[in-house]
């Protein structure tokens, strides 16, 4: 099962990284060849120092030997820079198109899904995780390649200079295999248990410091200290274990290699005896100094493999379950487009045949919704908040689907039609306004962005924007942060106004959308709206009864259900919910 | 970085042992080379000597089992210093994260916080035992080398040097390249990130204005700079280990070159065994270099965490107050001029009431207008920028927290709930008796659906997340109602329940808090209508105060909220 979801991850990845063939294939093939030159070298240092020995019979090989080594050197420089440099942008540009599916996911894929996350976790996904990708896919390409050219090469220069030492050396290298693997082993269990205090930590803290105000009031901040101080003493001992855990790698495979590099210093030392002796040379064994001093870098380089891996376990644990976490996100289902039918402007009516719709399937929530909009009417839905209006507006742009019922667009089911004409057939304007990070005009613009200076400014001038534009020194030239922190609410409803003016839509929507703006500001923000709203179909969500009192149709709702609708003098007639509403809102 | 060490306290000794033991190591790796040029000068040489090779070889492996230990030993008195440090960073860290102001708080978001008691503390406790374990073994093998190499050949004491030199150099140098190709990089990840969550955050809006191929393009283009950035550094940066090995396998290549001549005119003292050491030292240098660049790269990290954790210390703790004993007889809220600022324009401003037992105050105000920073300053969250603040005649500077606690409940509008159960979360203001708990559920109107539940046994998850708003805000006003303080606050505290609903609950309340005061903050005219005096905020300023009736005739504003419910 582990395996299985390793090989899907994996194959996940070589597709996005198989793209770019090309560079990885020159970046194997300059890593190779770099590894490959650079474990020649010791072999050719070794046969070097023969060269010194007193008594050398060639003189004239060490300026030879020192001109191939040097140029060895160079060149394995020069391809393993070029290795690293190919394969480490084929890891930045894997992931960049990792994140860039990542990211139209979040435009395409139903609100129900992206509401499930919170938006801290997909961003993280987006960044930190694709980082960790982008590490730990470069270190596994390295190990793999590199690593493995270190051990073959390796083998293959030992066989070369001496096939018993080699043997002794291939077969002491289980040790260190074995070794890195236990440490490995011991070490994930460390870190689990680090983590999952550390996750405990996290959770309490959050907890108490998301309470800080009533811990306060309550008097309890000292309690929770203690709390805090008993997983902080957990955190002690796991942190310890796993810490330590981590720092045994290097010594302990360090004192593998030093018993791996006394026994080559004893066998090779007997083998170059027995070379003098003469029957090293008869067992096709002879061994020299100079290869007994290359012997004695390979033994250091041959576990490196080993080693680096137990290193970079972790980096990859984190790799893989950051990729497992984007590729989640990427594997959804797409929203559907919906249906192909034309929408027909101006739309005739919409409306809810006893609609039902939940967010999750154990909690029932919208029942049996029934209302009609006719065109060119003010549609005003009340209610608590959790009652359902901002559900009934998340309906009608098809952001959800309702699960039983007809919700009827222009007299055919609404699936019919495409879900972006539908969604354009409406200028909404939300409680929470959005901006983004640029210029006010881009703001303006968003719905229209080839729209022509004139148009911006009339839009401005009519959502009662121009006057306060005017006082910036740049203007429409402003530049606002993403959050648009400079400006008052007041002002981001006015540019919100302002860009939905632009498109100048069929119909419309505001979902409290005056609900955080001051009393002077309301007023523009108001006639702002009057203006907007002409002679359109509106669905207005309010809380405050009085901007709706002169709606078409007051739909009044209480925990997911229609409880009474009608026009004000109606509903006040009527006396029940609304009229009580009413009153208790007076405070009579 | 440097300041937090402070909090090594207890495991300062450890901190200053383990790099020692690290040391003695590194001399024992220094000295294998030594050991390896005398075996092939002695055991090898003319005939050779059988037993110095095999003396040599147990030599090796003894002097490896004693690295191990001092190693081994290093390792663990690094991960107590460096686990110590974090956990007592920890500690203060959220210690004086609960006494910073909830301003403050607020602005840094609970998200943040917890990142930085979480992953920062974690990144400068690795930071610091790696730098522990390797500070002083990679420079002392780098140097330990040079000297070693100089002393077995004497003559040619410039190679070893001026390699090492020039390969500290590249070294510096591509750290210094990298670093602001590295930091412009992060720039260009920090706008993936911002458009990231700019675009969940206008989910609605982008497909409401069908959008998505200008904020596709957008975020591509992001990407790509980021791509492109990212490629440049690691160009400088891959350079570092490439370049270091070609510097140092030049500087054996010289050796041999120099050596090959000495080793052969024997009459000088370089040997054989000398060459090979003179190459393996070359090559532990290296490594050691090697060591010091990722070493860097990580203490770079943990400084950069640090930084982070620092700016937090730095904040102002709240004042403590060093207590003053309440006036019985003095009114037991009154504001004189009082204003709160967060640093620009008031928060809210021109605060002059006085409120007396039983007296019952409504504020109301839009979202902004500052209804809730007066209830912060009431409670000392905000302290007074202008003004003063007295409760029960002495000023609310001079209460220690617990003074403050005993005189004031707090009902916010957003209640949170600790997981636990409704019976624990009851008893946070020391109530545990069944009866007077159920009593306060049936106030508040929350017997009803705990009923349905386990009642006071009911678990309540993380952040009360399995409880609707309004059932939350019910059991936060029941506890409130357990709480016996003079001082009563609802700060929106029944806003999630319908009118008729919330009109019902809040007389029940006040009609139990009629011996006390009550400041009962609202949006809506119908809460507030009945209290005995009104405060009309809007923008940060009062523009109203007085009973219902004189508000309706003198103030445009309120008039207009209680004609616009």
């Not at chain 1, 509401?115 to 982008?134: A, I, K, P, Q, V």
Request: net charge neutral; with cysteine; aromatic share 6%.
């Amino acid at each position: 099962m582990k395996a299985g979801k390793k090989s899907v991850l994996l194959r996940a990845i070589s597709r996005y990284s198989l793209r770019h063939k090309g560079r990885l294939i020159c970046g194997l093939l300059c890593l190779v060849v770099g590894t490959a030159l650079s474990m020649v070298i010791p072999m050719l240092v070794g046969n070097a120092v023969d060269y010194a020995v007193a008594g050398a019979k060639d003189l004239g090989a060490i300026p030879v030997y020192c001109a191939v080594i040097a140029s060895a050197t160079c060149l394995a420089g020069a391809f393993t820079w070029g290795g690293n440099v190919l394969l480490s942008t084929l890891c930045f540009t894997t992931v960049r198109d990792i994140r860039m599916d990542l990211y139209a996911k979040l435009l395409t894929l139903p609100l129900s899904e992206i509401e499930g996350y919170s938006r801290g976790d997909l961003m993280s996904r987006m960044t930190t995780m694709g980082e960790n990708l982008s590490d730990g896919l470069y270190q596994l390409i390295m190990q793999l390649s590199s690593g493995a050219v270190t051990m073959i090469v390796t083998i293959v220069c030992m066989y070369i200079l001496n096939w018993a030492v080699a043997t002794v050396i291939v077969c002491l290298t289980p040790l260190s295999a074995l070794v890195a693997h236990l440490i490995a082993k011991r070490n994930r269990v460390a870190f689990k248990k680090q983590g999952e205090n550390i996750g405990r930590m996290s959770g309490m803290s959050e907890e108490y410091i998301s309470g800080s105000r009533l811990l306060r009031s309550y008097g309890k901040v000292a309690e929770s200290e203690a709390e805090f101080a008993k997983v902080n003493d957990d955190l002690f001992k796991s942190g310890l274990a796993s810490q330590f855990a981590g720092a045994t790698v290097n010594p302990l495979s360090r004192f593998v290699n030093n018993i791996i590099y006394a026994v080559v210093v004893i066998v090779g030392g007997v083998f170059v005896l027995g070379t003098y002796g003469g029957w090293a040379g008869a067992a096709g064994a002879a061994l020299s100094i100079g290869g007994l001093s290359a012997f004695l870098s390979y033994a250091n380089q041959f576990a490196r493999p080993f080693n680096d891996l137990t290193n970079v376990a972790v980096e990859l644990q984190t790799a893989a379950a950051s990729g497992r976490r984007i590729f989640r996100i990427i594997g959804l289902e797409d929203e559907d487009k919906g249906g192909t039918a034309k929408v027909d402007l101006p739309v005739d009516y919409i409306e809810f045949d006893k609609v039902s719709f939940s967010y999750s399937p154990d909690k029932p929530f919208i029942r049996d919704l029934s209302f009609r909009a006719d065109g060119g009417s003010k549609i005003a839905l009340v209610g608590t908040t959790g009652s359902g209006k901002t559900t009934v507006i998340n309906l009608i742009m098809r952001f959800y689907d309702p699960d039983g019922g007809n919700l009827i667009y222009d007299g055919e089911d609404i699936r019919k039609f495409s879900r972006a004409d539908v969604r354009r057939s409406f200028g909404m304007v939300l409680q929470d306004t959005w901006l983004f990070g640029g210029t006010i005009r881009e703001n303006i613009a968003y719905g229209k962005p080839d729209a022509t200076e004139e148009e911006i400014r009339h839009a401005a001038e009519i959502a009662h924007l121009d006057s306060f534009v005017s006082t910036l020194a740049d203007g429409y030239d402003t530049v606002i942060s993403g959050d648009g922190e400079e400006l008052s609410e007041g002002q981001k409803q006015l540019i919100a106004i302002a860009r939905v003016f632009l498109v100048s839509p069929e119909m419309l929507i505001l979902d409290e959308a005056t609900a955080s703006v001051d009393a002077i500001t309301e007023r523009s923000v108001q006639s702002a709206f009057a203006e907007l709203m002409g002679n359109k179909t509106t669905f207005v969500v309010a809380h405050r009864l009085s901007t709706i009192k002169d709606s078409d149709l007051i739909v009044v709702m209480d925990g997911g259900k229609v409880v009474e609708k009608g026009t004000h003098d109606e509903l006040v007639r009527l006396g029940g919910l609304y009229s009580e509403m009413l009153k208790a809102a007076c405070g009579e | 970085m440097v300041r937090l060490l402070r909090y090594l306290k207890g495991y300062r000794a450890a901190a200053v042992i383990a790099p020692l033991f690290k040391i003695i190591e590194a001399m024992i790796e220094l000295a294998i080379p030594l050991l390896v040029a005398d075996m092939i000068d002695r055991g090898l040489g003319g005939e050779g000597n059988i037993t110095v090779i095999v003396w040599t070889g147990v030599i090796l492996i003894a002097l490896g089992g004693i690295g191990l230990g001092f190693s081994l030993s290093c390792q663990y008195l690094a991960s107590k210093a460096a686990v110590g440090l974090g956990c007592n960073i920890r500690a203060a860290l959220y210690s004086h994260i609960q006494r910073l102001s909830p301003g403050d708080i607020d602005r840094l978001g609970t998200g943040t916080l917890v990142t930085r008691l979480s992953t920062d503390v974690s990144q400068a406790q690795q930071g610091f035992a790696m730098f522990i374990r390797l500070i002083l073994r990679a420079p002392v093998i780098a140097i330990g080398a040079v000297i070693m190499s100089v002393i077995v050949a004497p003559h040619i004491w410039y190679v070893p040097v001026v390699a090492t030199a020039l390969a500290m150099g590249t070294l510096i140098l591509v750290m210094l390249l990298s670093v602001p190709r590295y930091t412009k990089a992060e720039k260009m990840l920090d706008n993936v990130s911002q458009i990231t969550g700019e675009t969940i955050r206008g989910e609605r809006v982008i497909r409401a204005f069908a959008a998505e191929k200008s904020s596709e393009k957008k975020f591509n283009d992001a990407a790509a700079r980021h791509n492109t950035s990212s490629a440049k550094a690691s160009l400088v940066s891959c350079l570092l280990s490439p370049l270091g090995s070609v510097i140092i396998n030049l500087s054996v290549v010289f050796i041999l070159w120099l050596g090959g001549g000495t080793v052969i005119s024997s009459a000088n003292s370089f040997t054989q065994g000398d060459l090979i050491a003179l190459v393996n030292y070359m090559s532990q240098i290296l490594l050691a270099l090697i060591t010091i660049s990722t070493l860097l790269v990580i203490v770079s990290k943990a400084m950069a965490s640090g930084a982070r954790i620092n700016a937090i210390f730095d904040m102002p703790e709240m004042p403590k107050g060093s207590g003053a004993v309440p006036d019985p007889d003095a009114p037991l809220v009154e504001l004189r001029n009082a204003a709160f600022s967060f640093g620009g324009d008031n928060a809210v401003g021109g605060l002059n009431f006085t409120l007396r037992r039983g007296e019952v105050l409504g504020v109301i105000g839009t979202t902004g207008s500052g209804k809730s920073v007066l209830a912060g300053m009431l409670t000392r969250f905000y302290r007074a920028t202008e003004g003063e603040v007295l409760l029960a005649g002495r000023n609310i500077l001079d209460y220690t927290d617990g003074q403050i606690c005993s005189l004031v409940t707090y009902a916010p509008q957003k209640p949170l709930l600790f997981s636990g159960t409704v019976r624990s979360n009851l008893g946070l203001g020391g109530e545990s008796d069944d009866e007077r708990m159920n009593d306060a559920l049936a106030v508040a109107e929350a017997a009803g659906f705990l009923s349905e539940k386990q009642g006071l046994d009911t678990v309540v998850n993380q952040k009360g997340s399995n409880f609707s708003g309004g059932e939350k805000q019910r059991i936060s006003l029941a506890r409130a109602l357990l709480k016996d303080a003079p001082i009563l606050i609802l700060d929106d505290a029944a806003s999630a329940l319908d009118y008729v609903t919330e009109a019902r609950v809040m007389k029940k309340v006040l009609g139990r808090a009629t011996d006390k005061t009550v400041i009962n903050i609202s949006q809506r005219p119908g809460t507030v209508r009945h209290a005995d005096k009104i405060l009309v905020l809007d923008g940060g300023k009062v523009v109203g105060f007085g009973a219902h009736d004189e508000l309706m005739r003198t103030c445009s504003l309120y008039a207009r909220m209680v004609g616009s419910v």
